[in-house]
């Protein structure tokens, strides 16, 4: 009875906490909206506790589970494990599953101000989603090829993926091979728990099993595949050259290209269009820093992707992932 009532109340605080911005003028909406919606989810300085609650919710999901395989699983098929089971899968697993996730979170990524001497050549401005002169307004240092300045970290972060709410760190230069290993290692170790689950529960003359068994399978099948989705996403992204802060960008390019509205001048700048292309049209730069309207006289207008070129893509994935990496 303790535990519906909890979940009732938590259920009508995310319902009140969602429509509070909607009903912001209105009594008491305005006071959640004004002393609860507010800082814990607009404003990135108050109640700074709030970026640990999903990293300590993994953490609990993490112990819960193995709490589960050993109290609940391994006594019901251990006879059923063989030598390297215990040698390597499990024993890897469960080291270094946390040890890539610590080391995420703990490593933070290389940033303008840490490597303020040869941040500016780690990579070419392309002119298109990254331009050279512009200067980080809440940092007030040059802004780097790639480089995204996080509200939560308040820093610019060198080569910038995303801040991830896992892990409360951004993911960038730095910390890249960590992320990665650890998205991997959580794939690869729900894969191999489902999978040789369910391989001794088909193969075994039983007449049953706990309940415990059936709650793990479907625990681990579940995280299996958000799991995998989500590697492979991210996986995906590097395969095409891009990163999480420049996927977006790259979309926003070539839905203008689509639309006729992507022109390049003859000195190889790049600009956009707020209607369809002719001579009289009035032209605005790519770089979003850049506030002032162009008549172009010599340009071409893009309508091909191939005519768009992705200097970060190296060629293939392994290099791209090696690029990001080291």
């Not at 290692?185 to 706990?210: D, E, H, Q, V």
Request: with cysteine; charged share 20%; proline share 4%.
């Amino acid at each position: 009875m303790l535990l519906v009532l909890l979940l009732s109340l938590l259920v009508l605080q995310i319902v009140i906490l969602l429509l509070s911005p909607l009903l912001k003028l209105k009594w008491p909406f305005s006071l959640y909206y004004k002393y609860v919606f507010k800082p814990l989810l607009q404003d990135n300085d108050r109640f700074r506790w709030k970026f640990y609650l999903i990293p300590a919710f993994y953490c609990s999901l993490y112990i819960g589970v193995l709490h589960l395989v050993f109290n609940g699983v391994l006594p019901y098929v251990s006879h059923r494990l063989c030598f390297l089971d215990y040698l390597l899968p499990i024993p890897l697993f469960i080291v270094l599953t946390p040890a890539f996730g610590l080391l995420s979170a703990t490593v933070g990524p290389e940033t303008s101000k840490k490597h303020s001497k040869g941040a500016l050549d780690l990579f070419k401005y392309d002119n298109i989603l990254f331009h050279p002169g512009v200067i980080c307004p809440s940092c007030r240092l040059p802004k780097p090829a790639r480089s995204r300045h996080c509200r939560i970290c308040n820093e610019c972060v060198l080569v910038a993926d995303h801040h991830c709410v896992w892990i409360n760190n951004c993911v960038g230069k730095g910390n890249y091979f960590y992320f990665y290993a650890f998205l991997l290692c959580n794939t690869l170790s729900m894969a191999y728990s489902f999978l040789r689950l369910l391989y001794i529960t088909m193969t075994t003359k039983s007449k049953g099993y706990p309940s415990s068994i059936l709650a793990f399978s479907i625990l681990s099948g579940c995280f299996t595949v958000i799991c995998a989705v989500f590697t492979y996403l991210q996986l995906d992204l590097v395969r095409d050259g891009m990163t999480t802060n420049e996927k977006d960008k790259w979309y926003t390019i070539h839905e203008f290209m689509r639309e006729g509205r992507l022109a390049r001048s003859d000195s190889g700048k790049w600009f956009l269009g707020y209607k369809e292309a002719d001579e009289e049209q009035e032209w605005y730069s790519t770089n979003s820093y850049d506030t002032k309207m162009y008549r172009l006289q010599n340009f071409k207008v893009i309508k091909d992707a191939y005519q768009i070129h992705n200097i970060y893509d190296e060629g293939s994935m392994w290099r791209n992932l090696k690029r990001l990496c080291t």
